[in-house]
Every structure is written in C-alpha cells, then in structure tokens.
C-alpha cells in the first residue's frame, strides 16, 4: 500500500507540472535509439596456413581490405558524464591473402609460385560500450564486441608467376584451385575489444535527436578458426544517428509584460515652490496566464505617488491711462485728438531693380505676380517703398498702355564684389526683361539690353566700401526717352492725420500685483486691428507712449482706442484689464498736395532734366497765397554735417527751380532739412532701394480746399 502511494503522488505531482517551466536536456537522464553507418579497413592475418585447404608449405602473412557496416543501437545516460550502449552490429569481414614461394620448375630453370587465399565471413554480433564524456562534445568509448563470425568460405589457388611461359604438371598455369568453400572450426563467440571517440551534435533544442560522427577500432581477441593463428582487427569511420524517448517536450513561448498601477495624492503649497513628485513604496505582484500558444508573465507594479503642487496665483490686472499734453501737463479725463487733412500725393517711381550678391534671379522683396490681370495700382499703399516693391508691375502696365515706348535694360555688377562682371550684369537685364516678357506680354523688341564689355560696374557707383555700398552696385537700370513710362505714380486724395493731442500717454499699472509676475503686456487696438504692442518681463512699470500721427490713422470717432494690460504669472496665470479712451477727428480746412523727389545720385545735388520736368508739372497751377515747403533728405550713411550741408544743398536746388518757374506769389519755404530721420514712408536704411529713395526732395503745398 505504501508503494502504491508513492506511485499515485508521482503520477499527482508530475501531472501537475508546469508547461511553461523550461526543462533542460541537462536535467534529464535520457533513453536513445538510433542506427550507425561505418565504413572501414579490415586487417587480417598473422602467419598462417588452413590445415583443410589444399595449399603447400608456405602460410599466409596479411590483409587489408575495405567494408560498410551497420548497426543498430540503444543507449542510455547513467548521468550526463556517463552513458551505456548495446548495438547489434553486421560487419562484412572479407580478406585477400597472398603468399609467393620459390620453386625449380623443369631445367632446373627457377621459377615463383603465387598462393591466394580468398576469405569471406560476416561478424553479426553485439556490442556492449561505455561512453564517457571528457570534453563537451567529445565522448570517449571502450567496451567489447562478441558475436559469431557467419558465412564462412574460401577460394584458394596456387599461380605460376615466373616463367612466364611455363606450365604447372596439369598443363595449366594455376593448380590447387579450390572454390567456394567452407571455413571449417571457426570459433564461436568471437570477441574483440573496441574503444574509440564520438562527438554529439545536438539536432534540437531539447536533444530529441543527436548527430554522432565516431571513430572505432575493434581488435581481435580471438582466432577465427580453431588452432589457427588468424585474428581480424577493424578501424572505422562513421556516424550514428539516435533518437531520444524520453526528451523533454519543448517549452511554451514565454512573454513578460509590465504594468503599472499608480495611484496619486495631491497636496498644495506656496504658488512659488517647485511641482514634485514623490514617489511611493512599491508593490509587486506577477500573475501567470497559460494558452495552448503561450505563457504570459504580467509583472504589476502598485504604487501611490504624492504630488507636491504649488497653487495658482491669483493676480489682479489694472491699467490706467493719462494724457501728458506738449506742456507736459498731465490730464486724468481726456479725449484724443486728431486733426486730419486731405492729402494728394505723387510717390516717386525709382527705375531701378537690385539684385543679391551674385544673384541673377529677381529678389523676393519685388512683387511678382502670376498673371497681369491681378495687378491695380489703385491698391498699392501710399509709401514710396510699397510703390518700389510694384516697379515692374507698374513699368509692364505702362508698357502696354503706351504700345510706342521703349526701354533700354542696363545691367551693372559690383566692381569690389563681383569684379564688375558683365555677364552677370547681362543675364539680370535678361532676367528683368524676361518678366516683363512673360508675365505683361510686352513684345520683346520694344526692350533693349544695353551692350557692355569689360567692366560692367555703374557709371556712378557707390563708392562706399560697406555692404551698403555694395548692394546698390548689383542692379538693373531702366532708362527710357517716354518719361510716362517712370514718372510719379500719383495717389489719389486720401486723408492723413496731422496732428495728435495729447502727444503722449501716460500708462500706470497701479493696483495691478506685483509678486508672481513674470513678465506683461500692452497693446493698443482700433477695433480687431493692432496699433501698437509694447511688451516685457518682470514685473509693471509706469511707462510712457508716443502718438504719433501714423500710428493712429485707424482710429475715429466710432473706433475708439483700446488698451488692453495683460499681466503674465507663474505656472501660466494671467490677468487682464481693458480700458477705452474716447477719440475726436476734425479735418482742417487746408489741402495738402506732395511730390517726393528721388533723382539724386549719391553725394549729388544736381537736378536732372527728368526731376525739372516732374517739378514743372507739379507746381504748375499752384494758386497764389498757397504754402510751399521744400524739405531735403539724405541717407544716414556717413558724416552728419555733410549730409546736412547736401540735404540744404538738395533743397536748395529745388527751391531755385520753383522760384524759376512760379509767377504767382506763393509762401516758400526751404529751410526744413532732416538728416537724422528717414524721409515718409522708409521704414529703414537697410536695402539699397531704401537708400536710394532718402536721397531726396519732398515738396509740400499747402492750399485751401
């Protein structure tokens, strides 16, 4: 009963095993079969003679011969060092003997006799060997062989080998000839000792099947036949394949996954201190889930994490504004201002087209449109910039209004930068009149490309040795006799705010907070459209803004100006304030009319026959009485003085030309020189085509409406 109960736990346990627990062919003793192919020499023989075979006097030496044999086998591990095998083994054993003797044939002639013994006998037997492994995955082999030697039988004959033509006393060369015979007293068991090396090469994983490549050597312990000194010795070569019967089963694949389970408290604090995590003890729990697929591991990790954070401040914005007026008195009630007039203004158009460094593809600072029919001048702003940015729109749609014009295309090159290169002059003509071609239509013939060799630098260049300087060498100009083609591009009457009272606003955060804060925001709107954004870091200061008339030309009696503060916190807090100042526009009785002038080369006041002609068409009519003001400009390049010195001499010019030409009685004024501020409508000193154009003369008229 004991027994009984020992079966039935095992047979309870081991049916519970776990599938997914990996078994190793190590951890098992296994049970092999499995078959063995050799192939080998067979050495026979000692010195011998067969007592029932018809041979004279001399005995046989040896023999060596080949042969394949199989065998069958089974083999079990005592431990993984240590393991026993049993094979039944079929060994052909087959010899060739040969033995020559001296004679005296008749004539006393000497003569040489050949005895051949042909063996053939099969070893079927067991063999029983211990296998021992000395190095992984050598294996050492020693046991013995016993079995039976069957089928014995023999040939034997006696040749005549010399002379040559001679003859044994039967008339023939061969005698003693004895066929197919049997091998008489062989001896049974026959026993040989073997030993050798074998190699395991696993096939699987869990060794199910095992490649065994051997070398064995079976040496003889016994005769073959009794009494007689006849004993065989093998050496083979081969390999044995075995399969196992008890290998362990492969294991399910096995997956692992991590999950994780955190739980979080949260507690506030200061809105100052830093957001942390603190992290939780940790729990670990594994569960197991088994498919006929697979086994899935899930590690879950449980944790409760405390999260430090720091609360939202809360700010409070507040803007107040006051109006300074130009007593710097400050006002806490008050109305902006603005006094409007009626202008009309004729915007310079410079025929001139620059070009980047070594570049022959037109800049993206010029408008280019895909097709004419997009093009109106009447939505070109009034700015002398925004008018240079259309110059090829405005020269295309002139072309085509005035199918007689022509112009004449002359490209330049820097002479410092681009060693005044004429084919990169030509090709940005080329690229100039290829516009002009492809977009406006304008017959190709009625645009010429100037000729040049040698040095294609300006014929006045600027001789500023600055990147100023050399920009507005690299350029296309666009010279024509038809001066409709380049004159002003005239805008028609807008209105324009002149004055603004007060000129100054007074912005005061108080009341708004000041711990917390990183940094705020100002911006004054008309309506949905920005006018001004002042913006900064830390904390609100008292600040002071300018009005100035080009900043408030959106505003209007219905469209009032709005500040709106926006102070920004820690952790993404804000806070914000509105407040709305009224707004009055009266429009003066006075009309202004404008030609801004840019004809002027650099360091030039000489007034070209094209600048004449502009400033004859536009003072003519001028009424009697009406306000002429004369204002000179330059760039901001150099001395300061000579540029005062030029802009006078500009105006100077100017002024001299109108009193020529006027014969009424007017008010003219040609002292207002700027040399430290850029001209209406530049916006900075930057590109070339920028300084061109503050290299001019804007003349004013005031007249009544």
């Given at each position: 009963?004991?027994?009984?109960c020992?079966?039935?736990?095992?047979?309870?346990?081991?049916?519970?095993?776990q599938?997914?627990?990996?078994?190793?062919?190590?951890?098992?003793?296994?049970?092999?079969?499995?078959?063995?192919?050799?192939?080998?020499?067979?050495?026979?023989?000692?010195?011998?003679?067969?007592?029932?075979?018809?041979?004279?006097?001399?005995?046989?030496?040896?023999?060596?011969?080949?042969?394949?044999?199989?065998?069958?086998?089974?083999?079990?591990?005592?431990?993984?060092?240590?393991?026993?095998?049993?094979?039944v083994?079929?060994l052909?054993?087959?010899?060739?003997?040969?033995?020559?003797?001296?004679?005296?044939?008749?004539?006393?002639?000497?003569?040489?006799?050949?005895?051949?013994?042909?063996?053939?006998?099969?070893?079927?037997?067991?063999?029983?060997?211990?296998?021992?492994?000395?190095?992984?995955?050598?294996?050492?082999?020693?046991?013995?062989?016993?079995?039976?030697?069957?089928?014995?039988?023999?040939?034997?004959?006696?040749?005549?080998?010399?002379?040559?033509?001679?003859?044994?006393?039967?008339?023939?060369?061969?005698?003693?000839?004895?066929?197919?015979?049997?091998?008489?007293?062989?001896?049974?068991?026959?026993?040989?000792?073997?030993?050798?090396?074998?190699?395991?090469?696993?096939?699987s994983?869990?060794?199910?099947?095992?490649?065994?490549?051997?070398?064995?050597?079976?040496?003889g312990?016994?005769?073959?036949?009794?009494?007689?000194?006849?004993?065989?010795?093998?050496?083979?070569v081969?390999?044995?394949?075995?399969?196992?019967?008890?290998?362990?089963?492969?294991?399910?694949?096995?997956?692992?996954?991590?999950?994780?389970?955190?739980?979080?408290?949260?507690?506030?604090?200061a809105?100052d201190?830093?957001?942390?995590?603190?992290?939780?003890?940790?729990?670990?729990?594994?569960?197991?889930?088994?498919?006929?697929?697979?086994?899935?591991?899930?590690?879950?990790?449980?944790?409760?994490?405390?999260?430090?954070?720091?609360?939202?401040?809360?700010?409070?914005?507040?803007?107040?504004?006051?109006g300074?007026?130009?007593?710097?008195?400050?006002?806490?009630?008050?109305?902006?201002?603005?006094?409007?007039?009626?202008?009309?203004?004729?915007?310079?158009?410079?025929?001139?087209?620059?070009?980047?460094?070594?570049?022959?593809t037109?800049?993206?600072?010029?408008?280019?449109?895909?097709?004419?029919?997009?093009?109106?001048?009447?939505?070109?702003?009034?700015?002398?910039?925004?008018?240079?940015?259309?110059?090829?729109?405005?020269?295309?749609?002139?072309?085509?209004?005035?199918?007689?014009?022509?112009?004449?295309?002359?490209?330049?090159?820097?002479?410092?930068?681009?060693?005044?290169?004429?084919?990169?002059?030509?090709?940005?003509?080329?690229?100039?009149?290829?516009?002009?071609?492809?977009?406006?239509?304008?017959?190709?013939?009625?645009?010429?490309?100037?000729?040049?060799?040698?040095?294609?630098?300006?014929?006045?260049?600027?001789?500023?040795?600055?990147?100023?300087?050399?920009?507005?060498?690299?350029?296309?100009?666009?010279?024509?006799?038809?001066?409709?083609?380049?004159?002003?591009?005239?805008?028609?009457?807008?209105?324009e705010?002149?004055?603004?009272?007060?000129?100054?606003?007074?912005?005061?955060?108080?009341?708004?907070?000041?711990?917390?804060?990183?940094?705020?925001?100002?911006?004054?709107?008309?309506?949905?459209?920005?006018?001004?954004?002042?913006?900064?870091?830390?904390?609100?200061?008292?600040?002071?803004?300018?009005?100035?008339?080009?900043?408030?030309e959106?505003?209007?009696?219905?469209?009032?100006?709005?500040?709106?503060?926006t102070?920004?916190?820690?952790?993404?807090?804000?806070?914000?304030?509105?407040?709305?100042?009224?707004?009055?526009?009266?429009?003066?009785?006075?009309?202004?009319?404008?030609?801004?002038?840019?004809?002027?080369?650099?360091?030039?006041?000489?007034?070209?026959?094209?600048?004449?002609?502009?400033?004859?068409?536009?003072?003519?009519?001028?009424?009697?009485?009406?306000?002429?003001?004369?204002?000179?400009?330059?760039?901001?390049?150099g001395n300061?003085?000579?540029?005062?010195?030029?802009?006078?001499?500009?105006?100077?010019?100017v002024?001299?030309?109108?009193?020529?030409?006027?014969?009424?009685?007017?008010?003219?004024?040609?002292?207002?020189?700027?040399?430290?501020?850029?001209?209406?409508?530049?916006?900075?000193?930057?590109?070339?085509?920028?300084?061109?154009?503050?290299?001019t003369?804007?003349?004013?008229?005031?007249?009544?409406r």
């Amino acid at each position: 009963m004991k027994l009984l109960c020992i079966v039935l736990c095992f047979g309870v346990i081991t049916s519970q095993a776990q599938p997914w627990v990996e078994v190793s062919p190590n951890d098992v003793l296994l049970t092999q079969i499995g078959f063995s192919v050799h192939g080998g020499i067979v050495s026979q023989g000692s010195d011998f003679t067969l007592p029932f075979a018809p041979t004279c006097c001399t005995a046989y030496g040896s023999s060596l011969t080949g042969t394949l044999g199989i065998s069958a086998s089974l083999r079990q591990e005592l431990s993984k060092a240590i393991r026993l095998q049993a094979r039944v083994t079929y060994l052909p054993m087959n010899g060739t003997f040969d033995s020559d003797e001296s004679i005296l044939v008749s004539g006393n002639v000497d003569g040489v006799t050949r005895h051949t013994l042909e063996t053939s006998l099969t070893f079927l037997g067991a063999e029983l060997l211990a296998d021992v492994k000395v190095a992984k995955p050598v294996r050492v082999l020693l046991g013995a062989s016993i079995g039976s030697m069957v089928g014995g039988e023999f040939d034997q004959r006696e040749t005549l080998i010399m002379p040559g033509l001679g003859t044994f006393e039967n008339g023939m060369r061969v005698r003693n000839e004895t066929r197919d015979a049997a091998l008489q007293s062989m001896i049974s068991p026959a026993v040989m000792l073997t030993g050798g090396l074998a190699f395991d090469i696993p096939m699987s994983a869990n060794h199910d099947v095992v490649l065994s490549p051997e070398i064995l050597l079976n040496m003889g312990i016994t005769d073959v036949v009794e009494s007689v000194s006849w004993r065989a010795n093998i050496a083979r070569v081969g390999a044995s394949v075995s399969f196992a019967l008890n290998a362990p089963e492969p294991p399910l694949p096995i997956k692992r996954r991590t999950q994780e389970f955190i739980d979080t408290v949260v507690i506030t604090t200061a809105p100052d201190q830093p957001l942390r995590t603190i992290a939780g003890a940790e729990t670990m729990v594994t569960d197991t889930a088994v498919t006929n697929e697979e086994v899935i591991f899930t590690s879950k990790l449980y944790r409760t994490d405390t999260i430090v954070q720091p609360q939202k401040p809360e700010l409070v914005a507040a803007i107040h504004a006051r109006g300074r007026d130009a007593g710097g008195t400050e006002h806490n009630t008050f109305t902006i201002r603005l006094s409007t007039q009626f202008v009309s203004e004729a915007l310079p158009l410079l025929p001139v087209v620059f070009f980047e460094s070594q570049a022959v593809t037109l800049s993206s600072r010029y408008h280019q449109v895909q097709n004419s029919a997009s093009f109106s001048v009447d939505h070109i702003p009034p700015t002398t910039t925004a008018v240079h940015r259309e110059v090829l729109n405005i020269i295309g749609s002139r072309l085509n209004s005035n199918p007689t014009a022509t112009i004449t295309l002359r490209g330049t090159a820097d002479p410092t930068t681009e060693a005044g290169n004429c084919s990169l002059a030509r090709d940005r003509a080329q690229a100039v009149r290829d516009y002009l071609v492809q977009v406006w239509k304008v017959d190709p013939n009625r645009i010429h490309i100037a000729e040049t060799s040698g040095n294609c630098a300006p014929a006045r260049a600027t001789r500023e040795q600055s990147e100023y300087g050399y920009s507005e060498n690299r350029r296309v100009e666009i010279e024509t006799s038809d001066l409709t083609v380049i004159e002003p591009v005239a805008k028609r009457k807008f209105s324009e705010t002149r004055t603004v009272d007060p000129p100054l606003l007074v912005l005061d955060p108080s009341g708004s907070s000041t711990r917390y804060v990183t940094g705020w925001t100002i911006r004054g709107m008309a309506g949905a459209d920005p006018l001004f954004t002042i913006d900064s870091a830390g904390s609100s200061l008292q600040i002071v803004h300018a009005l100035t008339p080009g900043s408030v030309e959106k505003l209007s009696d219905s469209t009032p100006l709005m500040l709106e503060y926006t102070i920004r916190g820690i952790q993404n807090s804000r806070a914000a304030a509105t407040v709305v100042l009224p707004v009055q526009r009266d429009t003066l009785e006075d009309e202004l009319q404008r030609l801004t002038l840019t004809l002027f080369d650099v360091s030039s006041d000489e007034l070209t026959n094209t600048a004449l002609q502009q400033i004859r068409t536009f003072v003519k009519g001028i009424p009697s009485g009406s306000k002429v003001v004369v204002r000179g400009f330059t760039d901001l390049l150099g001395n300061a003085d000579f540029n005062r010195q030029l802009a006078q001499r500009r105006a100077g010019a100017v002024c001299s030309e109108i009193q020529r030409i006027m014969k009424t009685r007017i008010i003219l004024e040609c002292t207002e020189i700027s040399t430290d501020k850029r001209p209406p409508g530049i916006e900075s000193n930057q590109t070339p085509e920028e300084r061109f154009l503050s290299r001019t003369v804007q003349i004013e008229v005031t007249k009544k409406r």
